[in-house]
């Protein structure tokens, strides 16, 4: 039999599966409906902001050209009224003219402290209506108090002096504005999550369906409806399915009737040998007969293990059928060891586990003269950390043989691959030993790899699921 490190395509996707993991996890979200979707929610947020914005920028414009087109009229004829009034009178009159954005004192009020108005886009054209409108009254003193406020000192006809004290009024955005945004923000964010859903999800469903397509290639098909464009997409998987699986029924049925129709004529030629007179040529004759109805068994294996296992799964006393592969070997006259214990029933396929850690114990005993086989049973460990909740199980069958190649690592796992070079099949095997095992882990939902011990040997590590049976 070949033996094989543990680089298969599945552990390199595994691999691949989870550096891109671990990236995503750094950078943002892991799934795609979680990035499409607050990815719209910053976007209508952004969006709801801008617009916050725009409504007080026009606000501002707004109020700037009310100021600009009205209220300099507004102070001049207030203004006016209190020089026709007789100068007893003025006083009474004072909180009539006022208003919100300007009011009138019958006196000099300017702040000493106040510096001259600022020449600004507003300011400037704002006190130069204020003088035109206030003609044929005089000016004779504007000033500024921050950014909002302005003081003018003007003289009556009759010489009497008014300070006018303007500002520029605010107009608040109503908070019931506010509540609508958030209410549109909520609205879009709904409508946004049911989009992405509604998207997604098709695309969900492909992915558990093409997981589900394992090695026995039976096709699950999925829904042919929804969107136009998602029908269509189904249509075709479903189609590819149904495809794949029937070339690797016929691909069985032909290697099937190769092994049926190879069986009479190797009968055959076992019989012509028997009638030959020459011991040594028909024992060779017989050695390679049988050489070729094992190579035509395990081919046909092979192919079945592609096409999956009819096997049922069922409740497995992992312990006992070590205990009972060990034992066997060690009534042969095997140094086979066994270490470690299952403790729980699990659900597999007790035949496919059978052959699998046989034929790791073979190779073992033939390039180490030993096996030693440990059980161990944990959660699963990712490579960012997360501890897996799923139970495994891990049977690690273990020898001080000479290991494998570095480079040889990924090919060992390939059908008809052997490291003897010598095409012997009593050294060699077939080249089809570990691949069948892989299959059949892969089919049972694990993963077989093999790894290089340290001081020399070989480790094949079998990881199955093992949830409590």
Request: glycine share 8%; proline share 6%; net charge neutral.
């Amino acid at each position: 039999m070949s033996r094989s490190p543990a680089s298969t395509a599945s552990a390199t996707s595994a691999a691949a599966s989870a550096a891109t993991s671990i990236k995503t996890r750094r950078f943002g979200p892991r799934t795609l409906f979680a990035r499409v979707f607050w990815l719209m929610v910053v976007g209508i947020a952004i969006a709801q902001a801008l617009a916050y914005v725009a409504i007080r920028q026009e606000r501002s414009m707004a109020l700037r050209a009310l100021m600009m087109s009205g209220v300099e009229r507004d102070i001049a004829t207030g203004v006016a009224v209190l020089d026709r009034l007789p100068a007893a009178e003025r006083a009474d009159w004072l909180k009539r003219l006022e208003r919100p954005n300007y009011r009138f004192a019958l006196a000099d009020e300017l702040d000493p402290t106040a510096g001259p108005v600022e020449r600004t886009d507003f300011n400037g054209p704002f006190v130069d209506a204020l003088v035109q409108a206030m003609q044929p009254f005089r000016i004779e003193r504007a000033v500024q108090l921050g950014v909002k406020r302005y003081q003018l000192l003007v003289r009556l006809n009759d010489g009497a002096a008014v300070t006018v004290h303007a500002q520029r009024v605010d107009m608040p955005i109503p908070e019931w504005v506010m509540w609508v945004l958030g209410a549109q923000l909520i609205v879009l964010a709904v409508c946004s999550w049911m989009v992405v859903r509604l998207v997604t999800r098709p695309l969900k469903t492909l992915a558990s369906a093409a997981d589900d397509l394992g090695p026995d290639l039976s096709p699950t098909l999925i829904p042919e409806e929804g969107p136009a464009e998602v029908a269509h997409a189904a249509r075709a998987f479903n189609a590819m399915q149904q495809r794949i699986a029937g070339y690797t029924a016929e691909r069985v049925e032909i290697l099937a009737a190769i092994s049926h129709d190879l069986q009479t004529p190797i009968t055959r030629m076992r019989l012509r040998a028997d009638l030959m007179n020459d011991e040594e040529l028909r024992g060779k004759f017989h050695h390679d007969l049988h050489a070729m109805q094992v190579l035509v068994r395990e081919g046909v294996t092979y192919a079945r293990t592609l096409h999956g296992t009819s096997e049922v799964p069922a409740r497995l006393d992992a312990d006992a059928l070590l205990a009972s592969i060990v034992g066997d070997y060690q009534d042969a006259g095997e140094a086979v060891a066994l270490a470690g214990e299952a403790g729980t029933p699990i659900m597999a396929q007790p035949q496919a586990l059978k052959r699998i850690l046989v034929n790791l114990i073979d190779n073992a005993l033939a390039f180490g003269g030993q096996a030693e086989i440990q059980v161990t049973r944990s959660g699963a460990r990712h490579p960012e950390g997360a501890q897996d909740p799923t139970p495994r199980l891990t049977i690690a069958v273990l020898d001080r043989g000479p290991g494998i190649p570095d480079d040889q690592l990924q090919a060992v796992f390939k059908p008809f691959h052997r490291l003897e070079t010598s095409r012997n099949r009593d050294t060699g095997g077939t080249g089809l030993g570990l691949a069948i095992a892989l299959q059949l882990a892969t089919a049972m939902g694990g993963n077989l790899s093999l790894h290089n011990r340290t001081g020399g040997g070989l480790e094949a590590r079998l990881t199955l699921p093992a949830p409590l049976a």
